[in-house]
């Protein structure tokens, strides 16, 4: 059997029709989730589609589609301008090159944004898009947080002991992820501390500056690509193999709620699944809201990469469960009526990083010495020149040691007060879980409600990045955005004086 076809929704062209894509723009937030946009040309006239930024590793410059089908891409090279060639670029520091770019046959505009090598006088030119779709992003998981900021800690934690890596998943981490392919790149990230940088340099200038841009850091950069020779060297196309990738590990330890022992058992199954239509072709369709657990292969396989070393991978058992292989007249049977739609985005847009104006916890079940900042902030309600406060209560992001109280269990919490004054001024205050540890009131002051929730997130992690003390590098760097940042200590006074101290500060006085 050949590739299952995956055709996007809503394909503009003609049956049959071959067409070229000819150019990609930069990701953006859509209904939840990042979609880019595509443009194909017929010869005639440019079109534009609208994806999923997670099909983007079906995408390639220059090659010709069929249908809308995201596996039928191919090479045509009528003028016989490209060849696959192998190149080093290590120990070369690139140039970041900005330009607007009109999109021919159309009246499309969009950037571009490449970073050039030159080498040996011969220039290699290599949009950035492509470095994270094949670089850094090889596989389903990377694709899907390498845009976010700080995200890694949603799904792991990890730590380091001699020459063996321990990654902790949580079960936020899809089972369809436990490959190998993907645990090794990790470790390749996590043991090169400049990739790792590169990393967070996009999630960072995404996230604030909605800017697909990052420093170029890696020193050894060695690859085989598909490219089009031009005036004064090479475009690269298509980077399909990336060489020596050194991972500075012996071991891998894997830890995931899935790693279970099996044990037999002689009870039936009480139910089973039977799903339709497995084996037919499926339409990837932007408007579905996540990929709703069913895994569909990507090219994976088109992008290869080669380790100097492959680290020993230990999967870590951490309980059991019963496995029932028989049935019975009691065995209840399920048909799935599969229907075929589908999307490569991860599960759930909104999902995936839940911003400050969702409260996971009950405000009135929270004590100690957020129940006094409560207490203080329903004050605050009351005095003159404020005209709402809203409380929400949250676990800081995970990722550091400081994510726990000093039991190592309990996950540490975080109060966000929103305040609106008569003046209509905006503000957040953060007050988070101390334990003894002397960390001051944050409070933040914006005229857009929508950047104060970004704002606030990555102040967050970065809060637990730095293990419990407010990031200033990171607030002088928001500052220059308009943002104003002001610390307060905590005064040992009753609650109204607490409340009239910070009303000061805010300046929310008629």
Known sequence: MGKIKLKIKNW????????????????????????????????????????????IHFLSIDKYYTDGDLNSGKVIDELGNMSIIDIDLSDIIPKYNENNWNIKMSYYKSKSRTFNFYKNKVLYSIPLVEIIRSVLAPNSFMLNTILYNDTFEDYFTYEVDDNALNLYFNNNYRNAYLKDNYYNHLAWIISNEEILKIIDNIGYNISINNKMMFDFYIRSFKFKARVKRNKVGYTILEILKIKEKNIKFDQLNIYHPSFEEQKNSDKSKLRKYINLNKDSDRTIDNEIDGSNKVDESIHEELITHEYINIPKIKKEKVGYKNKRTNEDEKTKRYFIEDDKKRTLSDEGGENITKGIEISNIDIHKVDGELKEFIEVLNILKTMEGIESVEINIR????????????????????????????????????????????????????????????????????????????????????????????????????????????????????
Request: charge should be positive; glycine fraction near 4%; include cysteine.
């Open 12 to 55: 503009p062209f003609k049956l049959g029709e071959k067409v070229q894509l000819i150019w990609i723009g930069e990701p953006f937030k859509y209904n939840n989730k990042w979609m880019i946009d595509t443009y194909f040309n017929d010869g005639k006239i440019t079109k534009k589609v609208i994806q999923d930024w997670a099909n």
């Open 395 to 510: 676990e800081l992001p995970l990722g550091r040691k400081f994510s726990y109280l000093s039991d190592g269990v309990t996950r540490r919490k975080c109060l966000i007060g929103k305040i609106i004054s008569k003046l209509d001024k905006k503000f957040v205050l953060l007050e988070v879980e101390r334990q003894t540890k002397p960390l001051s009131t944050l409070i933040i002051e914006s005229e857009i409600n929508h950047e104060l929730d970004n704002v606030c997130e990555t102040i967050l992690k970065g809060l637990v990045k730095t293990s419990g003390n407010w990031n200033s590098e990171l607030l002088d760097y928001l500052s220059n955005k308009n943002i104003v940042f002001k610390r307060i200590k905590h005064i040992k006074k009753d609650n109204f004086k607490v409340a009239e101290y910070i009303i000061n500060k805010i300046n929310c006085k008629l």
